[in-house]
């Protein structure tokens, strides 16, 4: 036998498909690609053919699946409950002017709002109620969160900076108060608190959350350093036997905290006739020493 190539094997074979007197063969082939592009006829249908263009919005004599059968029959789509519901949803969000139920409305006194404003609110929680209702319903309301993926960054998102930047500082000053306190501290000793606060944090971090890479991770920190460092020092001198308090928190009662200076901590904190209670945490604290003076800062 005479070893054939492979293309004349294929045409062979088609041949023998194609030529029978007593059936038809009925081919199909795609006319462009994936992205788009015109795919060229194959080179074994250079033979007298027959073709037919089909377009994909046709509608088939024989549905492939429920979805095909559906794009192609209009009303037998409309018909079903949850095709309905998605052209309602879509029709009252481009066309009508009057609130629906499709954008967020609820009833008076719903449990699940009522349960969410009874909780004290923190200031990020408190903005988003005033300025983004139907977002506070989601979050608070509803625990609808996006999930977070745990990726290596290159850097620090800018509220994972920020807590950084708190922990440094809440550090520092416990390491500082009550002596010999912050109002009291050299700049040698500022230094040096900062500098075992970002030691511990270096190796602590990484152990809880993610961080970038090891030299970018130093390097951050370092920054974050350099900033902790102006918060400390930029105030004035607040007067002799000052003591200060880093990241104060305030109107939560259900805190195991027990400290009670310079406030107890689990006092409600409510806002108005509103009822709402509030509840957060001050970067920074400074009484005086006889209680005549305080001075609070955001850093």
């Known amino acids: 036998m005479v070893d054939l190539t492979r293309l004349e094997r294929d045409r062979l074979a088609f041949e023998v498909l194609v030529s029978h007197p007593a059936s038809h063969a009925t081919l199909s082939r795609s006319r462009r690609s994936a992205d788009g592009a015109f795919f060229a006829k194959s080179a074994l249908l250079q033979r007298k053919v027959t073709e037919r263009s089909l377009r994909r919005t046709r509608t088939p004599e024989h549905a492939f699946s429920e979805g095909d059968r559906l794009l192609a029959r209009i009303d037998d789509a409309l018909k079903l409950p949850r095709i309905e519901g998605v052209v309602s949803c879509w029709s009252d969000w481009t066309i009508s002017l009057e609130p629906t139920p499709h954008d967020g409305g609820f009833r008076k006194d719903h449990p699940a709002v009522a349960r969410a404003l009874s909780v004290p609110q923190s200031a990020t929680s408190l903005r988003r109620l005033l300025r983004d209702p139907l977002g506070f319903v989601w979050l608070r309301a509803l625990g609808m969160t996006a999930p977070e993926l745990a ?149």
Request: no cysteine; net charge negative; charged share 30%.
């Open 151 to 299: 990726l290596e960054p290159l850097q620090l998102d800018p509220v994972a900076f920020g807590d950084l930047v708190h922990e440094l500082l809440r550090l520092a000053i416990e390491r500082i108060e009550p002596t010999p306190s912050l109002v009291g501290a050299t700049p040698e000793e500022i230094d040096n608190a900062l500098g075992a606060a970002a030691r511990d944090i270096a190796e602590r971090w990484p152990l809880t959350q993610v961080v970038p890479p090891r030299l970018l991770w130093l390097d951050t920190i370092e920054e974050a350093r350099r900033r902790a460092h102006r918060g400390l020092t930029i105030d004035e001198r607040f007067g002799q036997g000052t003591r200060s308090f880093s990241e104060v928190p305030f109107g939560n009662p259900q805190s195991p905290a027990e400290r009670i200076d310079p406030w107890d901590q689990r006092q409600e904190v409510v806002i108005g006739q509103s009822g709402i209670r509030l509840k957060g945490r001050i970067d920074r604290v400074d009484v005086k020493a006889d209680r005549r003076g305080v001075r609070m800062s955001d850093y």
